[in-house]
Structures are given as structure tokens and as C-alpha cells.
């Protein structure tokens, strides 16, 4: 005996007017026949020109068979239509990222210069040329005075010894250019409290879990540094003492105190581990 065929999709069956006609379909009928209708009746009744009411009654007549008789690509002239217009105005082309694109949708790698300053790694280290002399334009006389100066104002001066301790750092708006960098994609940052961390050779350190705190102790962001070792924030902190704290399996890094009396400070904070 032959399995009745079960039909999948119950919910996707329309309601039929009479016959075979749904009442969509009917509605497309109606008012394309209809508005065709009395396109003649006004042509008839000399209100409406012929030139002028036939064509629009055939026109009429066809849009309303069309969108409710004939289907178009196995599906209703109306869907169809609007899937056309649809597709014509939302595209579904992608755009895959190479290599060098995400280079560029990246953060900066930084490498240091022969003074001590961090630049892009695709930067070039721009060396002041010096004209018309060189190292021996001091003699050794003269070096070997101003050697035997320093030692003597170094043994008479009172030796002065300051303990720091390495494993906190507290950072204020005076000493705070001294840990900022600046470089090619940093210039618009969203948040105002930001660090690159990186070993003492300046390479990025990634996977350093890092915690934001208020001056009670209060957890306000936490994140985890990238390939390119960025903690970013990305957000406006209004002044105030914030302590940040990081985590690392194989590295150590200070605890850093950031009193913090401007927002518009957005430049990273260079940070080495210990």
C-alpha cells in the first residue's frame, strides 16, 4: 500500500478564496482587471480620450494577470520582485582580508631609534647628519679635563641614596611624558587610559590579562592584551586615581598608579615587564 505523502511545511499554505484562486491572487485580479475596467468605461463615456485610457487599461490588465497568475522562477511574481529589488540594493558581494589588510586594521608594531624613542616598525629612522666636523673636533685634552671635572664634583657631592621600588610605578600628569609614546595609528584612541606592554628588547608582549581599578579597590575593566600586547580601554575615565595590575604566566610587570587630572591624555603607556 502506497504511504500517503505528509506534507513538511503545514504552516505554509494560503487560504483559498474559491477554486484554485488565493486571496491574494484575487486581489491582484481585482485591481488590475478592475482599474483596466474602468479605464474603458471612461473612454466609453468620452471623459478619457482612447489614445490615452487603452494603453493604460492593457498596461493595467497585464500587471494585475502577472503578479497574480504567472510565477516567475518557481515562486509568485510579487516575491520575486522584491527579492530582485533586494538583491539590487543589498548586495551579498564579501570582501575577504589579505595579508597586508590586516596588517593595516591592526595596531602598530614599535621599534626603538638610536635615541631612545619608539617609532613605527615600518618607519625609517630619520639620523642627523653632522656637516663640516665630527668626533675628533674635541681633542683629548680636553676630554680628559672635563673627565677629571666630573669625578672631582662626584667625590665631593653628598651621595644621596633613594630606594624605588620596582614593582610599582606611580604615574602623574608631570611625569606622564615620559612613558608615552606616540606614533602612526595611536592619534585617535577612544579611551584615555592605555599601555603597551613589552619586554625590556621592546617586543610586544600578548596574553597579559589586565585590571583596571578605581582608588577603593573596585574592578572597572578588565581585558587581555593582543598580538601586538595593547591594553586599550576604550573609554573616557573621568580624573582620578585608577590602578592597573597585570597577570602573566611567564612574565612580571608593576603595579601602575595613574593619578589622572585630564581626559584628553589617550596616548599608550609604555610598560616593561621586570
Not at 485591481?31 to 492593457?58: E, K, N, Q, R, T
Not at 647628519?129 to 673627565?147: C, M, N, S, V
Not at 573616557?236 to 581626559?263: A, C, L, R
Amino acid at each position: 500500500m502506497r504511504q500517503h505523502a505528509i506534507p513538511q511545511n503545514v504552516l505554509d499554505v494560503e487560504f483559498k478564496l474559491f477554486t484554485k484562486f488565493t486571496l491574494k491572487e484575487f486581489t491582484y485580479l481585482a485591481i488590475g482587471v478592475g482599474f483596466g475596467g474602468l479605464m474603458v468605461y471612461l473612454v466609453v463615456s468620452d471623459i478619457m480620450p482612447a489614445i490615452l485610457g487603452i494603453p493604460i487599461c492593457i498596461v493595467s490588465s497585464i500587471i494585475g494577470i502577472v503578479l497574480g497568475l504567472v510565477p516567475i522562477n518557481g515562486q509568485d511574481a510579487d516575491k520575486f520582485i522584491q527579492s530582485y529589488i533586494t538583491a539590487i540594493n543589498n548586495p551579498t558581494q564579501r570582501t575577504w582580508l589579505n595579508k597586508q589588510m590586516k596588517e593595516a586594521r591592526t595596531k602598530p608594531l614599535l621599534k626603538p631609534t638610536k635615541d631612545g624613542q619608539l617609532i613605527n616598525k615600518d618607519q625609517k629612522e630619520n639620523t642627523k647628519k653632522i656637516i663640516g666636523g665630527g668626533l675628533d673636533t674635541i681633542t683629548t685634552e680636553k676630554a680628559d679635563e672635563k673627565t677629571e671635572d666630573n669625578l672631582d664634583i662626584l667625590q665631593t657631592a653628598p651621595q644621596q641614596t633613594t630606594q624605588i621600588d620596582p614593582t610599582k610605578l606611580i604615574i602623574t600628569d608631570e611625569n606622564l611624558a615620559n612613558y608615552q609614546f606616540s606614533t602612526k595609528g595611536l592619534e585617535n584612541l577612544p579611551g584615555n587610559i592605555n599601555c603597551w606592554l613589552c619586554t625590556k628588547d621592546f617586543k610586544p608582549i600578548p596574553n597579559v590579562v589586565a585590571y583596571l581599578r578605581d582608588s577603593n579597590g573596585k574592578i572597572l575593566y578588565a581585558s587581555k592584551t593582543g598580538p601586538n600586547g595593547y591594553f586599550l580601554t576604550n573609554k573616557e575615565w573621568e580624573p582620578g586615581t585608577y590602578t592597573i595590575d597585570f597577570q602573566h604566566p611567564q612574565y612580571e610587570f608593576p603595579s601602575v598608579e595613574i593619578i589622572m587630572n585630564k581626559i584628553n591624555n589617550r596616548l599608550p603607556i609604555k610598560i616593561n615587564a621586570l
